[in-house]
């Protein structure tokens, strides 16, 4: 299935409760274990000398795959790209099922089979956004051949809380907290009024760390946030059962080539515990005068660190 540009201005989507598409490209539905899964994808007529890239937005309570807009409209020039839309999110399933971080990381790992059945098995690149950096750790632990390296923006799993949970199994989740979220009287609508235009406004500014947020963002949050079903999935992540205790043995055995970046604005700044992955030869880290979005705030910055980065890596094309 296709779709075009998305129709993204703040008069288009005040005017419809319908879900235009986050970025361009062709538009792709396939049936899997974890539900109907949607993906984007586009690239030059004439694929260039570098490997596919897979983009992963974040989790909240409104994310979809125009987060990861910028980048997927800027490398769409030189290479393939993909945006994939993880279960309960954008034009994926969101129905009212259980949303687990094994349901997530296999997400991924289908996209990924995806797209080898389109190049190949080439090792990919592929780049995530804050919690969703967990689940492509993960899959990039089980699946390292798939790769050709991972990017973590603004991961979590770095903050002084997680020092000293690399050693156990399970999530941070409170099931109790989920059970009184999904409470049939106020699902529906306290989910309303957590995605209100003015909340949703409220916490980009403390994601940006500043009231300068991108506009576009916050009214494509607003529509994906009225589509049928649009709770079910935020509501295990507001619960903490999203939020892998072990992740910081994830990290550590990674061997790929691995790039961080984060802000220093804002309510996510605590990575105190990148200590543990710091000065290894396979990570490199950037740190960007911004929030935690720097590939809206401070785009060709951010392109050009993360470029740099990526033209340190041998080639996963066929010579």
Do not use: C
């Not at 994808?41 to 897979?54: I, W």
């Not at 099922?97 to 349901?103: N, W």
């Not at 492509?136 to 632990?141: E, G, K, M, P, Q």
């Not at 080539?257 to 030869?281: C, I, L």
């Amino acid at each position: 299935m296709s779709a075009g540009a998305p129709t993204n201005s703040p008069g288009a989507l005040r005017g419809t409760n319908e879900l235009p598409a986050p970025v361009s490209g062709q538009r792709h539905e396939i049936g899997s274990p974890v539900g109907r899964l949607t993906y984007y994808s586009a690239g030059p007529e004439t694929p260039g000398k570098f490997p596919p890239l897979l983009l992963v937005h974040s989790v909240n309570a409104a994310a979809s795959a125009y987060e990861v807009k910028p980048l997927y409209e800027h490398y769409r020039r030189s290479r393939t790209v993909y945006a994939l839309e993880l279960p309960g999110f954008g034009h994926s399933d969101r129905g009212k099922r259980e949303y687990t971080v094994r349901m997530m990381t296999d997400a991924i790992l289908i996209a990924v089979r995806e797209i080898q059945s389109d190049f190949g098995r080439i090792p990919i690149d592929a780049l995530a956004v804050s919690l969703s950096s967990e689940f492509l750790a993960r899959a990039v632990s089980e699946s390292p051949l798939a790769f050709r390296s991972l990017a973590l923006v603004s991961p979590t799993g770095f903050t002084t809380l997680d020092k000293n949970t690399n050693k156990r199994d399970g999530t941070r989740g409170k099931p109790w907290l989920h059970g009184l979220f999904e409470f049939p009287l106020w699902s529906e609508g306290f989910f309303r009024l957590l995605t209100s235009r003015r909340m949703i406004r409220y916490f980009l500014n403390k994601t940006w760390g500043s009231t300068n947020i991108d506009e576009g963002l916050l009214n494509y949050d607003y529509v994906t946030a009225r589509q049928p079903g649009a709770q079910h999935a935020p509501y295990y992540f507001v619960s903490g059962l999203l939020f892998s205790k072990d992740i910081p043995k994830i990290y550590n055995s990674l061997t790929l080539p691995v790039w961080m970046s984060h802000g220093v604005r804002g309510d996510f700044v605590d990575y105190s515990n990148k200590t543990q992955v710091e000065g290894r030869a396979n990570w490199t880290i950037n740190v960007f005068s911004t929030g935690a979005m720097p590939h809206f705030e401070a785009e060709a910055e951010f392109i050009a660190a993360y470029d740099a980065f990526l033209a340190g890596l041998p080639s996963a094309l066929p010579s």
